[in-house]
């Protein structure tokens, strides 16, 4: 018996062992666990809420749902949205009706606290099913994602939930998170430097470095500590936090194209390369790259546009890694292209007056009349050639009958807008002359 107890012990994952089993022993998250944090409060209320903890991998999300139903002294059930369905859910609630049932003045019902790992990889049939036991109080929903919850979880289900952000673990975090692994298994045989190579290589993510010192632990030597460079070669390369159908994907995507539009060529290539190397798809980041062209620069260097087209057309050509070299190049060209989102804004007001407008017919002198019946309604009546008026330039209205003349190109005076402002005020001094 004694012997099966070890080798269990033996077996047991390091980070399952040094899990934290009181809320002082959680390093991180201070804005949830000090005096008058979120949880610090609820637990202290007496009343327990349902939470959803959303926040990187490794961050603790599992030890905080257990010990937040400890501290109620509730009863603690836990599925994974991976590997549950509908039935498990109905299971789980059946025993926590009964539980809640049983209750009486003499023994007060044991709550109960559901911890759904992974819950946005339910549907919405799925979280639907959880509403009306967690409005009667049949069960505490605590969820735990990876995924931003304003896109992943029902509406109806945030409102009667606290979302709590964890952030990933600080490097000072993670350093405790050692000292305590190695008070349970001896000093850790690493020089300083690769002891520093390790907690970075980490990430913030606190399961993933007991792993890693785990693995230390098993195959390295304690009178031979490894340097910088043996670690690396243990551990071999970890793959950046990246998502590529996740908020990874969203966060790397909107950090390339701010500064992109920030003209920060160096930020831009840091951020391409974070892509790439997260695997991102090559054929996405050269599309992403054609539509900053068109949105943040414009017609202030019209050649922008060809350029990411040419970017695109040479990845298609090159391949991987060839062709990478041509998306960067296009990312600091861009970067350094003068600004304009004037199109962008036009474009967008047009949209919107097209829109409000769209039963409004075209005025009749500039419509084609190929019939007999269509002169006779006066098709085409008054129309002038351009080409044939001395400036090629008629100034005749081109909007629809009764529609004020709007403005939606206002270029800046940037770039080769300069130029479109002359070419504007031109045309529009004009107009005015011809139209008196």
């Known amino acids: 018996m004694q012997a099966t ?19 002082d022993e959680v390093f991180g998250h201070e804005h949830l666990l000090k005096e008058g944090g979120f949880l610090r409060q ?30 109620f002294g509730a009863k603690f059930e836990q599925i994974s949205a991976v590997f549950s369905g509908i039935a498990d859910i109905k299971k789980v609630v059946t025993a926590a009706k ?16 559901l911890f759904v790992d992974e819950i946005h990889r339910f549907n919405k049939t799925q979280q639907d099913a959880f509403l009306p036991f967690v409005e009667d109080g049949t069960i505490v929903l605590v969820g735990a994602t990876t995924e931003n919850p304003s896109f992943s979880l029902n509406n109806a289900l945030l409102s009667r939930c606290q979302v709590l952000t964890l952030k990933m673990l600080d490097e000072a975090s993670l350093e405790s998170i050692l000292k305590r692994a190695e008070a349970e298994q001896g000093p850790i045989p690493l020089t300083d430097d690769a002891r520093k190579a390790l907690i970075h290589n980490a990430q913030g993510d606190g399961r993933y470095l007991l792993t890693m010192a785990e693995s230390i632990y098993n195959s390295a030597n304690p009178k ?22 996740g908020d990874g994907h969203y966060n790397l995507i909107s950090a390339l194209h701010k500064s992109i539009r920030g003209s920060d060529p160096d930020a831009a290539l840091y951020w391409l390369c974070r892509m790439l190397e997260g695997g991102e798809d090559p054929l996405y980041l ?19 546009l060809g350029k990411a087209q040419q970017g695109l057309a040479a990845f298609q050509t090159l391949g991987t890694p060839e062709g990478e070299l041509a998306l960067a190049e296009v990312a600091v060209y861009l970067a350094l292209a003068p600004k304009s989102n004037s199109l962008y804004m036009a474009f967008k ?52 009958d009764g529609v004020n003349r709007p403005s939606f190109y206002k270029p800046v005076e940037r770039g080769f807008e300069r130029e479109m402002i002359k070419r504007m005020s031109y045309f529009n001094t004009l107009r005015l002359k011809l139209n008196k």
């Open 224 to 245: 031979s500590p490894l340097n910088a460079e043996q670690l690396a070669d243990l551990l071999q390369k970890r793959m950046a936090h990246y998502d590529k159908s």
């Open 5 to 23: 107890k070890q080798m269990t012990n033996h077996m047991t994952p390091l980070a399952d062992k040094l899990r934290p089993q009181k809320l």
């Open 42 to 71: 609820t637990i202290s209320s007496g009343r327990p809420a349902s939470i959803i903890f959303w926040g990187p991998p490794g961050t603790g999300k599992t030890t905080l749902a257990r010990l937040y139903a400890a501290a």
């Open 98 to 113: 009964d539980r809640k049932d049983n209750g009486t003045d003499l023994m007060p019902s044991i709550p109960t606290v």
């Open 349 to 400: 007001q047009a949209k919107r007056m097209a829109a409000q407008q769209g039963h409004m017919s075209p005025p009749k002198h500039i419509l084609n009349a190929p019939t007999k019946l269509m002169a006779a309604e006066g098709y085409g009546d008054g129309y002038a050639y351009d080409h044939d008026t001395p400036h090629g330039f008629s100034g005749q209205n081109y909007f629809p």
């Open 286 to 304: 050269a599309r992403r790259l054609v539509r900053m062209a068109s949105e943040d620069i414009g017609l202030a260097d019209p050649d922008a």
